[in-house]
């Protein structure tokens, strides 16, 4: 038995989870690194993120417009569509299965195997499981595979399920990072005053010794450094628009919606300031620039709670990583969904179970997930979807000026928060880490790029089969 439409069974709070669930994932509990290693100063640490909690939040708010115009499912597929045509919402809706949605989904299932490898070694990267020739295949590959089709199936069970374990592993994640806060900022024996010393003084860290002279980024070196660090921080902020995607089963769309994103943003925001605030007090700069494989949170615990700091993270990042992962999981088909009622997708995309969720489109995303899980690393996949994701965020947010000319007469229960000013300053942010991006990080950038132009023919194929 089939359904033909969704059920608006989402309250404010299951959107505010949403947002923030699936924004908080393994990044702020690694990027911090890569950060101070491009930057190497508290400053220009928190500079970082605060840059990157500010173009989210103005991304964010300015969404709050279009989530209103268009309170159905499919979020940005739709707004890019109205503003651009079909072509525009046929390339975000194939670069958001081959690479953003599935990418990330990917490099989270990753970071959850990584650190479920510290409570159980055998899972680990060093279990190869086979190998013929240069591929192989490794214990924690197949773990973060099991994860994306254990939460697969949930969601295909009914959105209640999938909306109680969003519940549940928001609210942990939570508390055991305001946990850990609160314990950090407490920690005896504070390096803050010490890591604010020359805060200003930007330098890369290479390794332990060798460090590049304040004098080497200055002017555009320093520019061009920032925006190579911006990458991380954008990433572990990204994924707040996926409530748009589940518009359909919102109640309210037109004012939760808009809700969702601004409060879900401004408390991830406020986290992510406090964890880096928390990694200050009790790391010194070279300790959080050299911290083992990235993962500064487990140095900055292991200083709090001793040995006991290893189990603590790795249980935190796991907790994390999964409601991530679900959130990821439930809004993604439902961008497929959309696109294959426009007859760009699989037909079979289309088709609602009985439970009233799009459970073929949900399985075709597990499976390219789980793909990409055996092709990449994380930090492969970061770059190659954040170069991805900021374009399609600048098309859309330039969108906004676009349909307030084509659509004046269409309803808008919210309006752009400070337009036409936080729209444009987004754009130009946004733009200008696009650029940097395109020259420090030319082949992830380029391929990201590359992606998104070989939906071209794709586009124009189906287009031909539809005449």
Request: charged share 10%; aromatic share 12%.
């Amino acid at each position: 038995m089939e359904t033909n439409s969704f059920k608006r069974s989402l309250s404010l709070l299951d959107g505010i989870l949403l947002v923030v669930g699936s924004m908080i994932g393994s990044g702020i509990f690694i990027v911090s690194t890569d950060i101070v290693q491009h930057l190497g100063s508290a400053a220009w640490l928190l500079v970082v993120w605060l840059l990157s909690g500010f173009i989210t939040l103005a991304a964010a708010l300015s969404y709050g417009e279009l989530s209103g115009m268009y309170p159905k499912a499919g979020g940005q597929y739709v707004y890019l569509r109205e503003a651009y045509g079909s072509l525009f919402g046929f390339l975000y809706g194939w670069s958001f299965f081959a690479v953003i949605q599935t990418g990330t989904i990917a490099a989270v299932g990753v970071a959850f195997a990584k650190f479920a490898a510290y409570l159980w070694p055998s899972l680990g990267e060093q279990h190869i499981l086979l190998q013929i020739g240069v591929f192989s295949i490794k214990a924690s590959q197949l773990v973060a595979i099991g994860l994306i089709l254990l939460l697969t199936f949930i969601n295909a069970q009914g959105v209640n399920g999938s909306k109680w374990i969003q519940s549940i592993f928001t609210f942990a994640k939570i508390a055991a990072i305001v946990l850990l806060v609160v314990c950090g900022l407490w920690a005896g024996h504070s390096l803050w005053q010490m890591n604010w010393q020359n805060a200003w003084t930007a330098f890369s860290i290479a390794d332990a010794t060798t460090q590049i002279s304040h004098e080497l980024l200055q002017g555009k070196a320093l520019v061009f450094a920032l925006g190579a660090a911006m990458v991380g921080a954008l990433f572990s902020s990204d994924a707040w628009n996926n409530v748009t995607f589940i518009a359909a089963e919102i109640k309210k769309p037109e004012r939760n919606i808009g809700l969702s994103l601004l409060i879900g943003t401004v408390l991830v925001t406020i986290l992510y300031l406090s964890m880096n605030i928390m990694y200050l007090n009790v790391l010194s700069i070279q300790e959080i620039a050299h911290a083992p494989d990235q993962r500064v949170a487990l140095a900055a615990a292991m200083k709090i709670f001793g040995s006991a700091g290893t189990t603590i993270i790795a249980v935190m990042i796991m907790i994390s990583t999964f409601g991530c992962n679900n959130g990821l999981i439930l809004s993604g088909a439902r961008v497929y969904y959309t696109m294959a009622q426009d007859g760009m997708f699989l037909k079979a995309a289309q088709q609602l179970n009985k439970k009233g969720v799009p459970a073929k489109a949900l399985w075709m995303q597990a499976i390219w997930a789980s793909l990409l899980c055996l092709s990449g690393k994380y930090g492969d996949l970061l770059d190659f979807i954040i170069f991805t994701v900021l374009l399609f965020y600048i098309l859309t947010i330039a969108g906004i000026f676009i349909l307030r000319k084509k659509q004046p007469q269409l309803e808008r229960p919210y309006k752009a928060f400070g337009y036409p000013f936080i729209p444009f300053i987004y754009l130009l942010l946004a733009s200008s880490i696009c650029i940097i991006l395109l020259i420090t990080k030319t082949t992830f950038a380029g391929g990201g790029l590359l992606i998104v132009l070989i939906g071209l023919p794709i586009y124009y194929i189906i287009q031909k089969k539809h005449s």
